[in-house]
Nanobody, 115 residues
Framework: EVQLAESGGGLVNPGESLTLSCAAS????????MSWVRQGPGKGLEWVAT????????DYAGSVKGRFTISRDNAKNTLYLQLNSLKTEDTAVYYC????????RGRGTQVTVSS
């Protein structure tokens, strides 16, 4: 059974940073391309970033490119998302997922950006 557990969310001021983690189990993590998706208040799921199996050549949504960095540690079965220069519009529940649509995802971690 696929299990994904996100952590690291919180309340921050605009311009600050956070690091999200996702502990994966129940499937061969190293064999999967992994993604982060998010859902803002009153909005649908939005793709944020994807990282290939070996971590080379990640892809980002235009709204986060240059501010967010996706990475992975296959030895630790863990996915990361570094969020820098946070904006109020980044407020959302962030999920790690085994696909870009977020069909299989964890319970999420809340990120709130507010002054």
């Amino acid at each position: 059974e696929v299990q994904l557990a996100e952590s690291g969310g919180g309340l921050v001021n605009p311009g600050e940073s956070l690091t999200l983690s996702c502990a994966a189990s129940g499937f061969p993590f190293h064999a999967y391309q992994m993604s982060w998706v998010r859902q803002g208040p009153g909005k649908g799921l939005e793709w944020v970033a994807t990282i290939p199996r070996r971590g080379v050549g990640p892809d980002y949504a235009g709204s986060v490119k240059g501010r967010f960095t996706i990475s992975r540690d296959n030895a630790k079965n863990t996915l990361y998302l570094q969020l820098n220069s946070l904006k109020t519009e980044d407020t959302a529940v962030y999920y790690c997922a085994t696909d870009q649509r977020g069909t299989v995802r964890g319970r999420g971690t809340q990120v709130t950006v507010s002054s």
